[in-house]
């Protein structure tokens, strides 16, 4: 159950009820009341909520217009600042919708306020438009999805009744949860197709496709590595697809979190291979060069070489590898483009460039990143996080980002890694001289061995992950910190981190064995008690 709630708000039409499956429609005030107490009993819940659209929605009787309501912010003290002069609300002639604002307060059901203030309300779900729900309709069946507890049969309590806030937070975490618990199945699945891969490229694999390319002429050693990895790549897409298609697909889609068709989903898979095998032939002939030429300690330079790759990876790769997935443009807000550089320069840097990813077009999940080492940074924003933010929220997030910089969190992240791969580069040199006899190599620097350096390095990360992540959630909790401090706004944090909360389909709280070896981040509520705790005054809890 989510928590610090209001238990009274009523959900409005905007919030995911729809007409009997297949209809495709909206229920509004006016509309319910027309048809009395009772609605259709096929009314599903479909969403957190939708992004109020400039110029607002398009009524469902009548296609009249409503724009948005007064925007609200909040100051450290909690205090709503209205951005429009006076306070009032713009409206649009809009049919029924005009009529239900009119409506005197006393008049309205008890716990039900106007749209207005609900849609500002922090902490509320705020999320992308969902789909049309032609998918359910060809399959035979509605999918559960973000604010929808799968398995239920659309609204609480009596066919057509009110759902609450309280009701409407609870399907949204149970939605929330049941995604996690397949990820997680599927991580796990992902996990055994990995390493039985791996095994059966050890003990089999490798030996058969080395005497393949001996046979076929193949004697460069160059050409040997090349052609090898490869195979090796390709061999474990081809494995990992079934589970890659139901975890990056089939429940993205089922819980409205993706907006890809198939056929761009599978270009977008076709780019990370290329990607994928570019870097593992490239780093592999460089790994292997030093395999020949240093027998006994080939693995030191290949660490030396690993933290130069980590270092210009961390530079260079929102720039190069993320424009390969996702466009980049200009922040078209101007206003919000220059509070942002304010930001940064304040906190002691400099804003080389403020940038929209445009993740609206494939994802309806939102996030925001900062790139570059030093004091030049890039602010990387996606639209999905304009469209369902503040502006004020916005700088919030930003200025999390900023407290990793100001923490230096990403050296100490490189720092860490270099110790985590200086023990496996030296186990697996370990391992694959132990290797050369038991599976008939020729040599260390044998291809065939390949499949020996893997497997080592899976097995330590897997056992260091629950440290791993600790560590990440600690860097987590004290950029949150530090956000609060430097903005003076924790009350607009808090508001932010829930909506990203509920639009990413995130749990609030987590079981404990999950948080402890699964999470790099607090949960949700755990961020949001230690930022209360901090405008109390007082310290957080620890995560």
Known sequence: MAENRNPGDAQDERRGFEGAPGEGRRLEGSRRRERGAEGPSGEELTGPSAPRERGGPEGAAGGGRVSPGPREERSAGGAPRDEHAGGSARREPGGDRDDERARPRQERPKGERPEEERSQEPGRPVGPEQPERRDEAASGGAAPCAGEAPGSGGASGAAGGAVTGEEFDARVEAAARSLRRQELLLA???????????????????LEFRRFLADAGVENEWLMVLWYLLFFTLGYNVVHFPVSFLRGYVVERRFRLSKQRLRRWLWSQAKKFLVSAFLLVALGELLYLFL????????????????????????????????????????????????L????????????????????????????????????????????????????????????????????????????????????????????ALSVDALGLGGVADVAGFPVIVLVFAVLY???TPALNYVSRTLEKSADRWAAHFTGAPELFTSALEKIGANNLQERTRPA?????????????????NLRAMARGSGGESS
């Open 188 to 206: 796990l699945v992902s996990l055994v197709v990995g390493a039985g891969y791996l095994l059966a490229m050890a003990l089999w694999g490798s």
């Open 292 to 339: 020949r030429r240093y027998p006994r300690d080939w693995w030191f330079w290949a660490w030396l070489a690993y933290l130069a790759f980590a270092v210009v990876l961390n530079r260079y790769a929102a720039r190069v590898l993320l424009p390969l997935f996702y466009r980049r443009e200009e922040l078209p807000d101007e206003e919000l483009k220059d509070r």
């Open 341 to 432: 550089a304010a930001l940064v320069e304040r906190a002691g840097f400099e804003a080389k460039a403020i940038k929209r990813i445009v993740f609206g077009e494939e994802t309806r999940r939102a996030n925001a990143a900062l790139a570059g080492l030093g004091s030049s940074k890039e602010i990387l924003v996606s639209d999905t996080l304009l469209e369902n933010l503040s502006p004020g929220e916005i700088e919030t997030v930003v200025a999390h980002e900023l407290g990793h910089a100001k923490g230096h969190h990403g050296l100490l992240l490189i720092a860490v890694g270099a110790v985590v791969s200086f023990c496996g580069f030296l186990s697996a040199a370990v391992a694959l």
């Open 462 to 464: 897997l056992v260091l």
């Open 513 to 529: 064995y999950y948080e402890i070896l699964f999470a790099s981040h607090p949960s949700t509520a755990t961020r949001v008690r």
